[in-house]
Each structure stands twice: as C-alpha cells, then as structure tokens.
T-cell receptor, first 114, second 115 residues
Framework: AQSVTQPDIHITVSEGASLELRCNYS??????LFWYVQSPGQGLQLLLK??????LVQGIKGFEAEFKRSQSSFNLRKPSVHWSDAAEYFC????????????FGKGTKLSVKP | NAGVTQTPKFRILKIGQSMTLQCTQD?????MYWYRQDPGMGLKLIYY???????DKGEVPNGYNVSRSTTEDFPLRLELAAPSQTSVYFC??????????????FGPGTRLTVL
C-alpha cells in the first residue's frame, strides 16, 4: 500500500537560514509526488510536483525538491527562509493510472524565528 | 475564475443533526474530492468523483454521502452528526488525468464542530 512519511512534526529555523523538509514514500513504481503548503486558516496550495524527467524540481516561492528513487525520498528545500514561509507543509503521493487520489503525509509545521 | 469555493466556512452541529457541505468549482474539472483534516493526521480522502453521476468511496467514507449531478458541484452530506466528525473539510478538483494533470486545487475549507 502507498504511504507517505514526514518524520519531522515541527521544525524551527531562523529567518535567512536554509531549510530542508523530509518526505519518504512507499510505492511499488514511480509515483507522482507533490508538496503542498497550508497557511493558518487557509486551504492547501501546490508548491511543486514531480512527474518524470529531471529529478530536481523547481516550484513557487523559491522552493525546490529532489526526487531520489534509491532513497524513496522527495525532500523539500529552500536556501533562505522568510518569515512568511511559516506554515504547514504536506508531502503527497499519487499513483499513476489511478483516479488521481492522493495519499498525504501528516505534515511538518514550520516556525521561523526572527 | 474563483477556483474551488466551499460553504459554509464554519459550522457547529449538535449530535444527530444533519447538514450539507457545499463545494463548487468553475474550472470545468471532471475530478472532485472531499478530504477531512484532523490535527496531526494529514488529509484523509472521504469520497471522490470522476465526473457527473459517478462517485466512489475513499479511505474514510463512513457517516458521509455525496452526489454529483453537475460538473461544477460536489456536495458532502452528513446524516447523523457525531463528535468524531469534528474536523476541517476540504474539497478539491483536478482536470482529467493527462501529461500535466494530477494537480489538485483545494478550496479554503469548512471547519465543523459537533457537540
């Protein structure tokens, strides 16, 4: 069965510092992979997605993620965090050929120190 | 282009009451989804629809019903509200699966409390 693990429940970083949020997935083939961000009281917004091809994916707001098949990982990174990046981040996996149903991780809450 | 809209934003129900959460999208998407989000648990799929007249169960369908009479609307019905249904509910939609498909667009959510 598909599953997504986000090992870090809560991360705090200083403004201007780099960020890496971890995501590991379990799936028998190459899945679709997504990162969504949820600001307090808001819905989910897509940051980036991986379908195929280049394993380094660029997204909005200066985020990027790298698909590593050997490690079943899809970690999200940002070189310099801004206070406005404080939010909850969700990794999700979708099965190719499915009805597009997504399996979400439990999320990582990011706090940013001034 | 409003995207995915949900009403109401907040609701408090008493145990045993019923209500319908509304979801509308104006992007002509065939696929629509209902998720619930519990604290610390991520999102769980309740029901989904691949087009008007076609619905199917997701991971946690018990206690809910859906219908899809039009492409735009996908209401979620709670018949006998229970405290376990206290959650934030998100509706989402996406285009038919294709080369650049599989991006789900989410509504702002409905926060439901059952007392």
């Amino acid at each position: 069965a598909q599953s997504v693990t986000q090992p870090d429940i809560h991360i705090t970083v200083s403004e201007g510092a780099s960020l890496e949020l971890r995501c590991n997935y379990s799936y028998g083939a190459t899945p679709y992979l997504f990162w969504y961000v949820q600001s307090p009281g808001q819905g989910l917004q897509l940051l980036l997605k991986y379908f195929s091809g280049d394993t380094l994916v660029q997204g909005i707001k200066g985020f990027e993620a790298e698909f590593k098949r050997s490690q079943s990982s899809f970690n999200l990174r940002k070189p310099s965090v801004h206070w406005s990046d404080a939010a909850e981040y969700f990794c999700a996996v979708g099965a190719r050929g499915s009805q597009g149903n997504l399996i979400f991780g439990k999320g990582t809450k990011l706090s940013v120190k001034p | 282009n409003a995207g995915v809209t949900q009403t109401p934003k907040f609701r408090i129900l008493k145990i045993g009451q019923s209500m319908t959460l509304q979801c509308t999208q104006d992007m002509n998407h065939n696929y629509m989804y209902w998720y619930r989000q519990d604290p610390g648990m991520g999102l769980k799929l309740i029901y989904y629809s691949v087009g008007a007249g076609i619905t199917d169960k997701g991971e946690v369908p018990n206690g809910y019903n859906v219908s899809r009479s039009t492409t735009e609307d996908f209401p979620l019905r709670l018949e006998l509200a229970a405290p376990s249904q206290t959650s934030v509910y998100f509706c989402a939609s996406k285009e038919r699966e294709g080369h650049m498909g599989d991006t789900q667009y989410f509504g702002p959510g409905t926060r439901l409390t059952v007392l």
